[in-house]
Structure formats: C-alpha cells, structure tokens
C-alpha cells in the first residue's frame, strides 16, 4: 500500500523532453525502475527488465501493478502521454501481451508529438 | 495510488477522463477481480467519450484494506455511497458494473435511487431464492480447491509469481474475511422492486453464460432494458469479447448523453471474428467445478463443511 508517488522522479522525463531525438533506450530504464518500484517488497527474483521483457511472461506483473505502473509513468512523463486512451485502441491480451520496449516507443512517440500510430505495439 | 478513508476502510480508487463530464462509477466483480479488469476494458472508451470515471477496488479486493467484516450486499452499497459522499460526488451517476459488481449497481440503484440516474450491467448477477447459499458454496468450493495438494504443487510449480499472488488473495478473503457468512445471509430482492425501477438500465449477457436465467427475468420485471445478448461468449464476456462489449457501452452512453428515450428491447449481438468462444470457456469451467464438489463431498462426507486452510500456516511462516 506504499506506493512511492513523490520519489518518482520527474526530472527524467523533463530532461528527455529537452532532448530533440528521443531516448527510447532510457525511457526502458526509466520502465524498469518504475516496475520495481510498483512490485516492491515483493521482489523475491533477480528481475532483469529489458526491452524484450514481456510484463506479463517475463516479469508476471499482476493487471492492478499495470495500472500502477501507468500511474507513475503519467506522473513521470505528463499528460501528453495517453495511456489509457491508447490501452482502449488495444484487445485486453495486447495489453497483456506488451513488452516494455512496444510500451517505451509508444512513450517516445508521445514526447515527439506523433500521433501514435493505430496499431502501435499491438501486433 | 490515490486512496481515501470511507469509514473504516481505505480505499484505493482510480480517477479518469473529464472532471466536467458525466460521471460512471465502474464496479469490478468477486473474489479474483479488481479495478484493472475495467480499467483496462471499459474505462478507456469513457474517457474517450469525455465522461468522468471514477474506478475503485471493493472492500477486500485489488489494494483497498481487507478487513475482516462487512461484506454483506449492504455493506458493499454502503461503502459505494459513502465513497461518493467522501468524493463529493453529490449529482447522480451512471453505475456500471461486471458480475458481482452488477449486483452491486442493481441493489444501489434500488436502495439510494436519487443517487444513481442509469445502470449498465455486464453479466448482472443478483440475489434470487437460494442465491446466498449458492455463492456461499462456490467460495468454499474455491477456498477447498486452493487447498487441494495437487493444486498447491501445481501452482509451486508453475503458477509463477502472478498467479500465486492471486491464490494467496483469494486465500485471505475466504478465510480470514466473513465473506462467506455474509453472503450466505443475501435476501432475495423483490421482483416488485425491479418492476418500480424508473431508470434506463443496459445489460450485456453472453449467451452462454450461467446467470442467463437473471437475463431472463430483468427482461421479465425491468421497464427501460435494453438487453444485449453476445452470441459464442459466456459469464466472461466482458474479456471475451472486449471489443464488441466497449463499442456497445460507447453507443449506450452516447445515446443516454443525448437524451435518447430508452425503450425496452432485445438484441441479439455478433461478435468478432477473433472474440467468443465462451461455450468452450465455460465447458472447462463447469468441469473443473465438478470434479472440486467430487471432492469436496467425500471430504465433508455428509457432514458441516469446515475449510481446513492447510497451507495458509505454511504460507505465513514463509512470510509471503
């Protein structure tokens, strides 16, 4: 029930949106760090979070730590990020099915102000 | 997380779309389900539609406090209203809710009805003759079928973190929580009071599902339905056929916005190409539930049922 809103760090997303090409490969950290946060105490693997990783196959996140995960990453990166507008263009098994490369390009589209593309991530 | 304290209990709760908007109040169903399941599936469509979403996990459920007491019907429409109030959230609100959060929708529109102005009801169970002492009997089938060794050695072994964390859930909830005695104690609700419900209700059954009798007699006593029956889906619609489910909710409360006059009809619903399927879903279902009573009766052997929570001592010691 400790969810650690406030140490999210916000300067993260502020430093990218300063960057003129965006750094897909730090937004994947950035993901990574928030998972751990979310999960917690209950840490009890050596959870390695790549790109590839699947949240559901790889890191078995649950579907309510998936919510809280968006949470952070809507405080970390702002509101030009549309989370749950785009998990409503995707099958419920799409969402489950994201890696957390598929879910850091749809972040980077955001911050580059692209129209996230239909079927971004949701092959 | 955005929680709030409603009474005794705190309540984590997940707020979307426009302030300004119409609000929905969406209630996730028993046991294994929490807000992500609507949040993930319905939500978005709403938001999209400028509405005001309010999700929230039930008492016991998702990351709200799980005491030990207060799980009767009333006690889940109390927490709903006086989450509302907590909220000041005064005018009336749209209420949709999936399987037991259906119920809960249907006894709070009937038991505060200027609080609530439309229902939208997936798979609205609700309490009929005997209702109580069957939803009693399923939780203990669940509880006695997580106790099972060879379900426990199966989910050592590959139920993985995920899963795990869920049996461990449920776990708590059926034995450490009265939910069981509570809902034994479900009064049927009065065929007249659904008769008197002067409100547009819309409800999605998946035809094969195993609360189609409820459809059957909402269709009889409701006088502003508008029921939608999925073809090839079952209990499980709403993940079944997600999208159909969201573009039939989106035309609902498109419709309600405008201030369309809602009629009493019956449609009959197509799915997709890639949706359906709940026949099969529900087949494997009613077997697994078979063979649990198979068990369940040699273990009782006629006599008071006691769930024997064998492996949740063991999980303690673990700290898990």
Redo the contacts between chains.
Sequence with gaps: MSAPSESASPEVGTAQLDTATIDTGAIVETIARLVHEVIGEDIDFDLDISADSSFSEDIELESIEFVALGEQLQITYGEKIDLVGWFGELDLDEIIDLTVGELAEFIAACLADEAPAGGHGGA | ?P?VEVGDL?V?Y?R?GQADGETVVMLHGMLVD????L???L???L??SGMDVLLY?QRGH??TQRPAEGYTIEGAVDDLVRLLDTLGIDEPVHLLGNSYGALIALETALAHPHRVKGLVLVEAHFAVEGWGDHVAHDLELAGFGLGEDDVQQWLDEFG???LN??ARKVEALIYETTIIEDLREARPLPPDALRSLDLPVMSIYGEHSDAIERARDLEALLPRLEMNLFEDCAHSVL?EA??TV?SVVADWFARVGAGDEIVARSTKVAVGE?EGEGEEHQEHVDFYKAELERRMGSAAAGTALRIAPKRLAADGADGA
């Design positions: 997380m929680e705190r984590h997940q979307l929490n807000l992500s399941s949040y993930l599936t939500a978005p469509v938001v999209t996990d998702g990351r993985g973190r995920k964390r869920l993940f997600t999208r969201r890639q």
